[in-house]
């Protein structure tokens, strides 16, 4: 099955790069961003980086806590994922794979740190988010997330997520959530 990352170099130091040749700006292609898969000792800057960001544009909310809180427990044990983008070694960003049911992952709490938007860091995570997703098995991945982030959800439509039509949206744990959308890794998504 082909992901949707056309070239991804995977060093044996379990780092991903994602490497799209003709996609980023300029200085993105100047950049050394690596990712990799959670370690040990990331719960911190997981928490960090999620905070920062949703308490600019909302407030935590309790099920925001619970995962932030405890990321192992919550994501990783589950059988999850969370992928960090680094710069230097130094941690940028990060995106949560939660599982849903067999095969299907939610995409949640990505972010990359204000000082690395709008450089194409953003996309590159997503990317090597979907093909960790891809490498699990997974064969379907929803997200949530809110209007006022309209970067972002412009950043999903990029990448191939759909919008959910409203009889096939769940109730979510969040009050901010208010776009549905969906990306289907199989190609049988449900119109």
């Known amino acids: 099955m082909r992901s949707h990352i056309e070239n991804v170099l995977i060093l044996s130091n379990n780092i991903l790069d994602v ?8 200085s993105t292609a100047c950049m050394n961003i690596t990712f990799r898969t959670f370690q040990p000792g990331d719960e911190l800057t997981f928490r960090e980086l999620n905070e920062i960001w ?5 407030s ?7 995962v932030l809180n405890d990321p192992v427990a919550k994501i990783i ?17 990060c995106c949560a794979l939660l599982p849903i049911e067999e095969s299907i992952f939610e995409l949640a709490k990505m972010t990359v740190r204000e000082d690395y938007r709008g450089q194409g860091v953003g996309k590159r995570l997503i990317l090597a988010t979907i093909d960790v997703a891809v490498k699990m098995g997974a064969v379907r991945l929803f997200l949530e997330s809110n209007d006022r982030l309209a970067n972002a959800v412009h950043l999903y ?9 409203p009889e096939r949206v769940q109730a979510s744990p969040y009050s901010r959530s208010n776009v549905h959308m969906e990306l289907d890794l199989a190609g049988t998504l449900v119109p």
């Open 19 to 26: 490497l799209i040749p003709g996609r980023y700006i300029e």
């Open 54 to 58: 949703i308490v600019r544009y909302f």
């Open 60 to 66: 935590l909310e309790q099920a925001d806590r619970v």
């Open 77 to 93: 044990r589950p059988g999850g994922q969370i992928v960090m983008a680094l710069d230097e070694g130094v941690a940028i960003g």
């Open 157 to 165: 439509e990029s990448v191939g997520f759909r919008h959910l039509p």
